[in-house]
């Protein structure tokens, strides 16, 4: 079983029940997750031998955190305990032209005030085949700006694989400072999800093929990462999307199937995605494979409560060969 | 702040949970509302100085009727506590083919034996902007006929402009006996909601751009009133909807944009229309934004559980002006 | 009233909450169910009085089955009591792409283990007017197909008209052992419900109204039903599907008109049909009719949570008539 | 298995989850009872053959009320749909210092306005060994008070011992009202339940064995019922009471053993109490043995949620035994 | 209506369902509470003019916190909407043994950080009778403690009743470091609500009555408030406790009656003591009267979920007369 | 960390939500359970490296049970996946008088059918310090005997302390059977949890310190175990019970103090004894300590739902040291 990491921030993320809203909630469904955290149950859920690598609270709501992410099947032994809290946020499902809506309490959270000493990267590395991160986790303090480089380059030094996830939010990070960032990083990294195209002067939602394309041949010029990939979600209403992607490695440029996806919920969709993907890439799938096995996973997430994509392989694999027909399983 | 006044019943309202009919319900959720309640706390989330006028039942389940009206920002001091009962409806919701069932018990509840004098309209309507009413109150008993004239009346005298929805319902009260009260009314009506097709030899569900101006031309040839609006809902199913809505004001007649909605509760959704057009008045908006306003805050509400439109002015106003993604807003 | 009787398994479904997976699930939803005793269910709601004949464990799990088909007017004279346990049934409701899962355990049930020599069939068909039972009684165990085939004997003797649906489960019996096993029915089955496309070379999913009418002729052409009737079912996904079916009585061919479904849940959805079918054909209703009206009653309990369909004839007819809007109810 | 009949009003009980207040409640648990229903439950559950009289309203929450009693096997065939509604009440269950609330809204209810003439009475009352009505039947309604008094009159004729609870409430009639009305049906009274300590200058709550006596002793002096039984109820706290009771038949005065109970839900209490000796009676128990199996009974009621004593008879007979000690039955 | 001012910081509570762990809990119970807001509910329920003053931060959260207050009719014209995050804090229910467990999660927030100018207490203070803080809000930031004295400033110069409530909290606040404060605020307390039994060589839950009397005489010594009271708890185990109080103006001890409660939810019970006493003082009850009006009121919020008393003076009044007895108020 | 090892049978255990009989359940809580696995998570809790050896069902029921084991830290390496069925328990909760029933389903279950050659022992056993089995498991069948003999002997082998934990259960084997089987293992038995007083002419519940003593000493004589221990449960009702235990090593006897509890979940409470117990010694403590120890574990779990007794060494530890006062741990 190869050896995947993943480094981030898990949450303790707050539901109001069913449609509510949230002045209608008087009762909060708990989950746990985060970007990196959710790529790391998809992977464990696929069959990798994964670790998340963080820091978390040593109370009993951090216990309950990490309870969940063993329980499906993470190694939590890299996880630091201490801090000054659980990083939180607040999640309300949409539905028809209500969008869903994220309210962030993350801040000052254990792993946002983490110093990159107290986790031994040498030892962390050793052996594995793939190592994930987002763009978020280095938006959210200067010490997770250095946690995140350093890891990046332990990586490099120890032939790890990285695949960075732009995940770019609006209400975490500027634009201008996320970019920085991002080309602090750009050196250490082997696969880019995701892309800006506000930087493209395109607007988001208008992404055609073409532009796509010409996007990825502008990043492929400057950085020249091994893999640039990015879905091409097409929101008809909070209830509605179709879901499909994108990639290209500097020669061949793919598009996935469409997928249409009535939606359950629409948190972790882009980490399906990203565990999908680099599942496919760790198998030794195609370009063309593993674009349409990630979008495959990510639709099944869409119909999954919380941020986990509690789907094995086979199931997605379905999807690729397409069974989407949803007749009952007797 | 403009003071907006609603008159009419408050009632307790027993849904089952989920799509779960009646007959298979062992718990209910117990939500509070009723059309000018309704109304008037859209137009609290609006932001005008709301005041709901009724009487209720002075126990705890009254007690908690009027909580949550204060809980939503409307000002409940104009509300007379006694009388002997709150009256209730059951309400299934719908799927598909499968209609959204509602059984009314509101029959000798406090506001249907409440008597004019109870009533301090002249106190009540000082400095009101707007008075809403509709045509259920009146249908209830001889005396909500009394309240509801002498209200209209009242507002009359201290030039508030007065709304009014027919909102017939064949359960309460025959056409032609709602007819006739129409007719009394009609001189205090400045904004007429609602048609009834049924008058016009047009049969409900096929109502078209032109029989709707056709019958708008008629009512106000005979009636005059300064806006005439209705809703031109298509019931696809239970659970599919289109919304659209025309205004004529003697002189333009307007049809608005067609929004499609996946309906998690139906009811409610004329009174959010109601509120979304009196609030684009009051605040001045063209015939055209006005229904259009009024069909997006339409839409919103048929998202929400319970009978409230729990949605700001900002969020309907982002609808309308096309933003109906339903993107995750982080 | 005619007396209708079914004879089967009675199962405990549980089902998590809301659309969580079974690893999610830390509730279940507990209902009963099985494909006889949902006929029954059906047959008392539309006013026959039925019969649900079956052994059932003696403990308070089987009391708590058994009140519920009382609670559905179910006669539940003709249960025997005893045995080892009630055979149960994990299902996850499926959305999207997601197919639900159902997971059966219900080998050494009460009535897999029960001997025909329990059952008093003389007096149980005494004035009975339909009997129906389906393909997944006998596959249960020898037992079984001892019962079944002595009840549809008797039903021969007393002229008791009996219908068959063939509800063949690969994860029940394998399809040659199930062809056995329905060929030493064929000669007491007045109505056959479901075909088997396998047996025909046309894969499931891809009938069409030509091959489902030569199918139908085969089956005629050696066996001589009264009536051959099957669903189209298409599944566009686990959310969404269109039912329709197809009947032929050696004369005409008939296929019904098509709806469209939104499903809340999937399972029973062809118990419904067949319940719908059979109360037709007792009503002496026409061919045309009869099919119209079971996809109309089919098409509602995918509306409906449970294995139970619990609605009127009436509500089924409305929907015969054209009136599937899903206006609300008032 | 004897016939045994009772007669009153089934109502709609909507309770706050868990411990809740009626303003806090945005959920009701909804069950349905009445004193005659829920003695009914608990002789069909100890094996006569039960019967409930009323009229309930014809509509979908009157069917889901009488499914309740169909499902706990009570023989619903003598029940007269029709009518205007559903009576209920809202109950809140207390704790320690709080008491329990229930608040009714049952005026106008079907039954309350019945008509004698609806009642078949000569044939209900057939082959009948038993006859249970409350006192707050006849205090609903004049209507409801011919009910009470034809349904009497027809048991006396047919022979059907009659037990009459007294069950006065405070808010349903008036003291001196109540007493008229007892006075009526004494003639008919073979068990009476129940004493007004009021009306024999005894505060309730400082009964003792000597006062109890004395005014059973008055009573039957004075009216010559077969059996004179009442509870007495030790209210500690809301969590907490003490159950005894005391029988005399015109010769011997027994007390029975006294009970120590930790509430799980307070209301149902005396009419599990009723059934219990009702029961004990019909079995030819001795007075002594009667006394302990209605207050056995009225122990496990406490226990379990709802209006309904969802036990067998065995289980009452183990505490009559002795076995008090709650070991968990593997 | 008297006008009474709370001043302190509202919280999200998430409370695992029933006696979950939080390892266990996959849904929170989502309320709002917190010692001064509590205090400011219990005053607004025993119908005093009540408001609470705050800094509340402007999301969804906080409306719905916010609205909390306004549903049980708290005045909340003084709060302040702005500041980064809402407070929260994480309550375990415990049970026999195991104690409840309480995390915090409240640094940073929006009142933590608030600054004394945002406050205008020569307005807010204008007819005050009352105001209310308690020792965690000064505790919380040095802001807090520049907001608490300049409020307490305020209200001597506008001869407002002052009660301060020591609370402290091992968690917040050292011992050491509490005690300055208290001092810094001593000159400006009418009403000192809570003593230190460590400073006085006394241990908690050793109180006895000799022990109480010598404390108060020795802080009446020294500060000289008007009055001085505490709570007498007597923890017998997470389920049961014993409640009663001393009071003493420096003449008179007097200690109250002892009522004994099963525990539903121990948080706000302090809080309910202050209310409970607070209204007594207002309404110019004695001593004696005030202290069991306190108790009474206290052991009733025992009994309710969440931090809030909602509770009558009728309710509470009916305790101290001593019907304890919990029978049905029916 | 000391390597601990458990065999047994997980299941399923299907709880009524509240107090609700199973013939009132229409939703079931759904936990995992099971004697050794009990253990296995106390151990796992308390710090050791806790495995639990089984055969679990290989579909998503089995996956959710493995799940909850490896979210509570214990290892499940050595669980084998396979066979037909997960087996399952029914448990209702009951309340003063109304004892807790458990409903076994749990025949033909995987480990039921497993076979001894499915065990690695000899690897399992490796660097283990304590192994314990309950006397359930060779009584389920056949096939467990012969793996509950076999890991025993690899025990001994291995030089492995060994815990029997004789758990009799009427309902699953004849007590005569039972003590055959017992016999077969007490060569290989270091410590016996559990008596059986009907072997010694005592009467469950009359067992007083003498009894208990004299029977430890009949124990010891014929067997010679190290440790002989029993709980010494006083059952005052379903609600509450008081706990101690006794322990004898051929030399000293000593009984525990005694622990009041009030019952949230009683299953679970015998098991946590044990993993208390097992602690203490396995942590070198005395005979004495390690009974109060277990005893103090055991009074935790009945504060918990579920069979998990989610604590820590700490909480154990702070009860055995007299803090049994249940005040808020802030």
Redesign the interface.
Known sequence: MKKVLTLGELMLR?TP???????????????YGGGEANVAISMAKFGYDTYFISKIVD???G??AI??L????VNTDYIIRGG???GLY?S?I????????????R??SSIARAKVEEFDFKKIFKDASLFFVSGILPALSKNCYDITLEAMKEAKRQKVMVAFDLNW????IKLEDAVKIYNDFSPYIDILIGILPQLHDVKE?ELTRDSVEKIFREIYNYYGFKYIVSTLRQ??????NTLSAAIFDGKNFYESKK????I?D??GGGDAFAAGLLSAILDGKSQEEAIDFAV?AS??K?????DFN??SKE?VQR?VNGN???????
Not at 169 to 172: I, K, L, N, Q
Request: glycine share 4%; net charge positive; hydrophobic share 35%.
């Open positions: 707050l029940m069913h449609y509510n809203r949230f002045v209608q909630s008087h009762r909060f469904r708990a989950v109370n009993e709501i216990d309950a309870n969940q063993r329980e499906f099947n000054e809290r659980m607040y309300e949409g539905s028809s032209q209500r969008a869903p809506k994220v309210i962030y309490d801040k000052n939010r609006s209400s975490v939602g929101s008809l209403s909070a209830s509605d997928l249409k996806v009535r359950v629409r948190v495959a639709s099944l869409h119909t999954i409560k919380g509690l789907v199931k999807i989407v027909s949803g007749r009952i399983d007797w």
